[in-house]
């Protein structure tokens, strides 16, 4: 079964840790908790968000890993446009079987500084296969800290590396960048609004983020070719409420926004409803959930 249609559950744990500020000299917010991911698969990672001054670049990041005996087989710098990353496989690798502290902060030095042509990059960290964290600290599996959504960065997860899920607005990464002076001679990502990312080898919706949700959800689809789309949302009775989109669309990447309305703009109440996408010749659906 195509990894678009399985589920991803992030793993949040309660425990309260401190956090020592690293990089830039930025203040480390403290770490409420470690996110994590089950099933850990071939190409599963998780990407962070970094926005980028001009004039500088990505040298390495500091980040609260984990489970020290965890060894990231690849960290990586992608470029994507503001609603996701690009696909791992177009990232530029910077550093090969990571490995940091349990539960504790640690610092990368990429192998070479990335900058960026554009607002900002993504640090891609592919998790090692079966890695699923389970519990916090040593022997607890694959899992990075997050703090306040306010505080942190934001975060994506993907079972393949190519489909990529927003993490809820809660939960900031718990990174921080080191940046160098942008120099002549160094690599560069960029892809710039409206660009197509070139793995786009597929039509489907994407799972939705956040789910469940209150107010909204995102949801996103993918178009192998240009075609015409009609995403709408139904109810449990099989009634269309609510048309999020419909006509033609180029290929690449979209993302609509369900504020949990019908058709009319009236809030609609909490339950089960139902994301159903055609386009062409491919029929998905997705199952929402509203909460209050």
Partial sequence: MHSTRRSILCILAIFLFSAIGYADD???????????????ETGSCLAVYV??????????VAWYNNDGSVVYPQVLVASGLAAFPEPAGSALPVAADVSGMSSGWS?????????SLSAGLYVVFRLPQ???????????????????????????????????IKLHADFGIAIAPITVPLAEGM??????PGEV????????LLLPAPNPFNPQTELHFQLKDACDV??????????????????????GRHAVTWRGVDTRGRRLA????????????????????LVK
């Avoid at 306010?150 to 393949?160: F, P, Q, R």
């Avoid at 009609?230 to 290929?251: C, H, M």
């Fill in 26 to 40: 930025e203040a480390t917010e403290d770490v409420i908790g470690v996110i994590g991911m089950t099933p850990v």
């Fill in 51 to 60: 926005p980028m001054p001009i004039g500088r670049a990505l040298a390495g």
């Fill in 107 to 115: 610092e990368l030095t990429f192998s070479e500084p990335v900058g």
């Fill in 130 to 164: 079966g890695s699923e964290h389970t519990h916090d600290g040593a022997g607890g599996g694959a899992g990075i800290g997050y703090t306040s959504g306010a505080n942190g960065y934001t975060g994506w997860m993907s079972l393949d590396g190519e489909d990529w």
């Fill in 187 to 192: 690599a560069l990502k960029n892809l710039e």
């Fill in 197 to 204: 990312p070139d793995a786009v080898t597929h039509t489907a």
């Fill in 230 to 251: 009609d995403l709408s949302i139904y109810n449990v009775k099989g009634e269309r409420v609510a048309q999020l989109a419909a006509g033609a669309y180029p290929a």
């Fill in 270 to 289: 909490s339950g089960t409803y139902f994301a159903r996408f055609v386009a062409g010749a491919v029929v998905q659906t997705q199952r929402l959930a």
